[in-house]
């Protein structure tokens, strides 16, 4: 019985204890006595205005109306945060023994705001306080190699009772302004933090939605006196964003700085970085490696593996923060690269309603003007949506929304290729170009690139083109530019072009001796006056235009026997209309009228008899001999030609 009555009268005692608690330490006294124990740990002040009440549940202690934290005294801007509602627990045991100590922390809608000026100073450090003497780097604290969460250095002096086991913030807007004007903003960020004993972990866990989608970051701080006294703690972070998710594990401080491990899994990459606000590759997504941020604002990278897209890519990067923009100077190098287009491509339209045209959809450059820097690329093999390359060395520099990437080696279809492309968004976009390519091999680079088969040979080819515009439809339209081709000893399946232009319609190869051609481009129209395709006993020439930006073609193609006095027969080819269904119609009207026609009228019946007999000439009711061969030779022509084209 005694021991109940015991413990009925602890129960008494305290219950009494609590309301002399209540009566004796008014809402504004408990207010006080909390700005007082933040003013020694920050040496801030925190100020709370309008009326200060009694908080009886869930926890014992105090609300406010609006409170306001106090900002770093180089700032002109007011206090670091405001918030329109605070509710501060207490340790009621603590309170009843005369220690006020802060248990929960509570802010609602609060307005936070981050500076940082020019020479590195920051307005959330809060090392001013007279109560912190600890720091990160002494007696205690964790080794560089010890990153358990579990370790952490004793408190200092002031601070062996110091316990926070909930600080929460809720719908806060926090807004960040670096020296220059830079800003940053972000609403709708909440906060939990929980550090019961100043001798052990913190954990912070934030969430936010910048762009939509919530992104969670968890903070596990080992040693939280230190990083708040400036120095480096062991800490372990891990996001979650979009299905994905990041982790650190290593060494930060407030300056900022750091230096660990780190990864990334997100199997859709897409959805990842569309949380971030960021645009990024589609499927999967895996990456690790070493990161160090220094105190002067360098990232380094090393030993950075990626695999994106069926890819596998070792990455080396330093990237300075100092400036306007990073500047970044990074090395990726794979053994093969794959890269396959989206589905799309041009815009589809109907047959009938005309050529297909240029996407005119915007074109985004803006990722011109993020970074400046190299970046140096390696690649053993490549394949290019079915295109494949093999060894590749190039750069690519960036200047002030100026890109120039430089082909120094590249290995293409038995043949090589280098180069420069220029990719300008300083004030509107434009391209310029300047391409060579050595020793091309005909077969396997049309075969690749226009699903043609049936040329062989080698080629040198090199071109110069200029543009601007908005849109790819602009800047196919506003070209510009000239270049040149030679290909020499080579043959043309399919067709035989002497034994075509001499009756003999079987088909066959045609082997040819040499192919030249110049061309200029100018409001996106390509033209051509001087192809030369020699031949042992014939000779081919070509001439026309070809509209870059309307896709359209209007060329003459003539096959010309050669005799002792000049050409003996020309036949023009004329190809005309889109790239989706050109028109090819041999000109025989005025082939046959200085060829055919007095050679025809100079021989008799019997020889006409025979020469329909040879070319199985099947003459239609009223046709004459010479209409007869006109059709003949047209219909074997069109079927040669589109034999060749690939068509049916």
Same mark, same amino acid.
């Given at each position: 019985?005694?021991?109940?009555?015991?413990?009925?009268?602890?129960?008494?005692?305290?219950?009494?204890?609590?309301?002399?608690?209540? @009566?004796?330490?008014?809402?504004?006294?408990?207010?006080?006595? $909390?700005?007082?124990?933040?003013? $020694?740990?920050?040496?801030?002040? %925190?100020?709370?205005?309008?009326?200060?009440?009694?908080?009886?549940?869930?926890?014992?202690?105090?609300?406010?109306?609006?409170?306001? +934290?106090?900002?770093?005294?180089?700032?002109?801007?007011?206090?670091?945060?405001?918030?329109?509602?605070?509710?501060?627990?207490?340790?009621?045991?603590?309170?009843?023994?005369?220690?006020?100590?802060?248990?929960?922390?509570?802010?609602?809608?609060?307005?936070?705001?981050?500076?940082?000026?020019?020479?590195?100073?920051?307005?959330?450090?809060?090392?001013?306080?007279?109560?912190?003497?600890?720091?990160?780097?002494?007696?205690?604290?964790?080794?560089?190699?010890?990153?358990?969460?579990?370790?952490?250095?004793?408190?200092?002096?002031?601070? /062996?009772?110091?316990?926070?086991?909930?600080?929460?913030?809720?719908?806060?807007?926090?807004?960040?302004?670096?020296?220059?004007?830079?800003?940053?903003?972000?609403?709708? @960020?909440?906060?939990?933090?929980?550090?019961?004993?100043?001798? #052990?972990?913190?954990?912070?866990?934030?969430?936010?939605?910048?762009?939509?989608?919530?992104?969670?970051?968890?903070? @596990?701080?080992?040693?939280?006196?230190?990083?708040?006294?400036?120095?480096?703690?062991?800490?372990? %972070?891990?996001?979650?964003?979009?299905?994905?998710?990041?982790?650190?594990?290593?060494?930060?401080?407030?300056?900022?700085?750091?230096?660990?491990?780190?990864?990334?899994?997100?199997?859709?990459?897409?959805?990842?970085?569309?949380?971030?606000?960021?645009?990024?590759?589609?499927?999967?997504?895996?990456?690790?490696?070493?990161?160090?941020?220094?105190?002067?604002?360098?990232?380094?990278?090393?030993?950075?593996?990626?695999?994106?897209?069926?890819?596998?890519?070792?990455?080396?990067?330093?990237?300075?923060? #100092?400036?306007?923009?990073?500047?970044?100077?990074?090395?990726?190098?794979?053994?093969?690269?794959?890269?396959?287009?989206?589905?799309?491509?041009?815009?589809? $339209?109907?047959?009938?309603?005309?050529?297909?045209?240029?996407?005119?959809?915007?074109?985004?450059?803006?990722?011109?003007?993020?970074?400046?820097?190299?970046?140096?690329?390696?690649?053993?093999?490549?394949?290019?949506?079915?295109?494949? +390359?093999?060894?590749?060395?190039?750069?690519? /520099?960036?200047?002030?929304?100026?890109?120039?990437?430089?082909?120094?080696?590249?290995?293409? +279809?038995?043949?090589?290729?280098?180069?420069?492309?220029?990719?300008?968004?300083?004030?509107?976009?434009?391209?310029?170009?300047?391409?060579?390519?050595?020793?091309?091999?005909?077969?396997?680079?049309?075969? $690749?690139?226009?699903?043609?088969?049936?040329?062989?040979?080698?080629?040198?080819?090199?071109?110069?083109?200029?543009?601007?515009?908005?849109?790819?439809?602009?800047?196919?339209?506003?070209?510009?530019?000239?270049?040149?081709?030679?290909?020499?000893?080579?043959?043309?399946?399919?067709?035989?072009?002497?034994?075509?232009?001499?009756?003999?319609?079987?088909?066959?190869?045609?082997? +040819?001796?040499?192919?030249?051609?110049?061309?200029?481009?100018?409001?996106?129209?390509?033209?051509?006056?001087? %192809?030369?395709?020699?031949?042992?006993?014939?000779?081919?020439?070509?001439?026309?235009?070809?509209?870059?930006?309307?896709?359209?073609?209007?060329?003459?193609?003539?096959?010309?026997?050669?005799?002792?006095?000049?050409?003996?027969?020309? @036949?023009?080819?004329?190809?005309?209309?889109?790239?989706?269904?050109?028109?090819?119609?041999?000109?025989? /009207?005025?082939?046959?009228?200085?060829?055919?026609?007095?050679?025809?009228?100079?021989?008799?019946?019997?020889?006409?008899? #025979?020469?329909?007999?040879? %070319?199985?000439?099947?003459?239609?009711?009223?046709?004459?001999?010479?209409?007869?061969?006109?059709?003949?030779?047209?219909? /074997?022509?069109?079927?040669?030609?589109?034999?060749?084209?690939?068509?049916?």
């Amino acid at each position: 019985m005694k021991i109940i009555r015991g413990l009925v009268a602890a129960v008494l005692i305290l219950a009494i204890g609590a309301v002399v608690l209540v @009566v004796a330490l008014p809402g504004e006294k408990i207010a006080k006595l $909390a700005a007082d124990q933040v003013k $020694a740990m920050s040496g801030r002040d %925190l100020t709370f205005e309008g009326k200060v009440g009694i908080n009886w549940y869930p926890v014992l202690g105090v609300s406010t109306e609006k409170v306001s +934290f106090g900002n770093a005294e180089w700032s002109e801007r007011g206090p670091m945060f405001t918030a329109d509602k605070a509710v501060i627990g207490l340790d009621v045991m603590a309170a009843i023994g005369g220690d006020i100590r802060i248990k929960n922390v509570e802010l609602f809608a609060p307005e936070v705001l981050l500076e940082k000026t020019a020479d590195g100073r920051v307005n959330w450090d809060l090392s001013g306080g007279t109560a912190i003497a600890a720091s990160g780097q002494g007696e205690g604290a964790p080794s560089s190699g010890d990153t358990s969460p579990s370790s952490a250095p004793e408190a200092s002096s002031g601070f /062996e009772n110091f316990a926070l086991e909930r600080l929460v913030i809720s719908d806060a807007q926090v807004r960040y302004i670096e020296h220059g004007g830079a800003r940053q903003e972000l609403s709708g @960020v909440s906060l939990q933090m929980a550090w019961p004993d100043v001798r #052990k972990a913190a954990d912070v866990v934030i969430e936010v939605s910048p762009f939509g989608a919530p992104i969670k970051l968890d903070a @596990v701080v080992v040693a939280p006196l230190a990083l708040i006294d400036g120095d480096v703690s062991a800490v372990e %972070l891990a996001m979650e964003a979009g299905g994905g998710t990041a982790n650190f594990v290593g060494r930060a401080g407030i300056a900022p700085e750091a230096s660990g491990t780190f990864t990334v899994s997100a199997p859709d990459a897409g959805a990842f970085f569309a949380a971030l606000g960021a645009g990024g590759p589609e499927g999967t997504l895996e990456v690790k490696g070493d990161v160090t941020l220094t105190r002067d604002r360098v990232i380094s990278l090393r030993g950075v593996q990626v695999s994106a897209l069926g890819n596998d890519l070792a990455v080396q990067a330093d990237i300075d923060l #100092k400036g306007i923009r990073p500047k970044v100077v990074a090395q990726v190098a794979t053994q093969s690269l794959r890269f396959a287009a989206k589905d799309g491509g041009d815009e589809v $339209a109907p047959e009938s309603a005309g050529p297909v045209g240029w996407s005119k959809a915007p074109i985004d450059a803006s990722a011109l003007g993020v970074v400046d820097g190299t970046v140096s690329f390696a690649a053993e093999a490549m394949d290019l949506n079915g295109i494949p +390359f093999g060894k590749t060395r190039a750069t690519v /520099e960036i200047d002030r929304a100026r890109a120039v990437a430089t082909i120094q080696e590249m290995a293409a +279809f038995e043949g090589a290729v280098t180069g420069t492309f220029v990719a300008n968004n300083r004030s509107g976009f434009s391209v310029r170009g300047d391409l060579k390519v050595a020793q091309i091999a005909l077969q396997p680079f049309l075969a $690749a690139t226009a699903d043609l088969d049936k040329f062989t040979g080698k080629a040198d080819f090199e071109s110069r083109f200029l543009s601007s515009g908005e849109t790819l439809d602009a800047l196919m339209n506003n070209m510009s530019g000239d270049g040149r081709v030679d290909i020499g000893r080579g043959t043309i399946e399919g067709i035989d072009l002497d034994k075509l232009l001499r009756g003999d319609v079987t088909g066959g190869t045609t082997v +040819f001796n040499s192919m030249v051609a110049t061309w200029t481009i100018a409001d996106g129209v390509l033209s051509n006056d001087d %192809l030369l395709m020699k031949l042992s006993r014939l000779s081919a020439t070509g001439k026309g235009t070809v509209g870059l930006g309307l896709r359209t073609i209007d060329y003459v193609f003539s096959p010309q026997l050669d005799g002792p006095d000049g050409p003996s027969l020309i @036949v023009p080819v004329k190809i005309n209309g889109s790239w989706s269904n050109p028109s090819v119609v041999p000109d025989l /009207e005025k082939a046959l009228k200085n060829s055919f026609d007095k050679d025809i009228k100079a021989v008799g019946d019997e020889a006409k008899q #025979k020469l329909e007999e040879e %070319l199985g000439l099947e003459k239609q009711e009223g046709q004459s001999t010479e209409d007869a061969i006109k059709y003949k030779l047209e219909k /074997e022509a069109l079927r040669g030609l589109q034999n060749l084209l690939g068509g049916n």
